[in-house]
């Protein structure tokens, strides 16, 4: 099982819920992202919250991310996120 994210309204309410492909693209996408960024931040293995202020930080990355890098996976959790930052709200990861 790969990660879990929970798209969540200021309130903490739950908008969505996304799971990670089986490649596990996302989860890779944050290993390998450089140590300063946020995406390395996002633990595989425990529980990271991106508040609505992290999250316009972690939307510039994600769209920085070449085109050929970006999976249909990593697409929904980018777009999981401008819609956490419209209620401001969270991005929740709940690793394995």
């Known amino acids: 099982m790969g990660l879990g994210i929970y798209v969540k309204d200021v309130r903490r309410d739950e908008l969505e819920c996304i799971s990670d492909d089986a490649e596990?693209?996302?989860?890779?996408?944050c290993r390998q992202a450089p140590e300063t960024s946020l995406r390395?931040?996002?633990?595989?293995?425990?529980?990271?919250?991106?508040?609505?202020?992290?999250?316009?930080?972690?939307?510039?990355?994600?769209e920085a991310l070449p085109s050929s890098e970006v999976?249909?996976?990593i697409q929904q959790?980018?777009?999981g996120a401008r819609r956490a930052i419209r209620k401001?709200?969270?991005?929740?990861?709940?690793?394995?």
């Open 71 to 73: 999976t249909p996976k």
């Open 24 to 29: 596990d693209s996302f989860g890779a996408m």
């Open 40 to 62: 390395r931040g996002v633990m595989q293995y425990g529980d990271t919250m991106f508040n609505s202020y992290q999250l316009y930080r972690f939307v510039e990355e994600l």
């Open 88 to 96: 401001s709200g969270y991005l929740y990861f709940v690793g394995d």
């Open 77 to 79: 959790v980018l777009d």
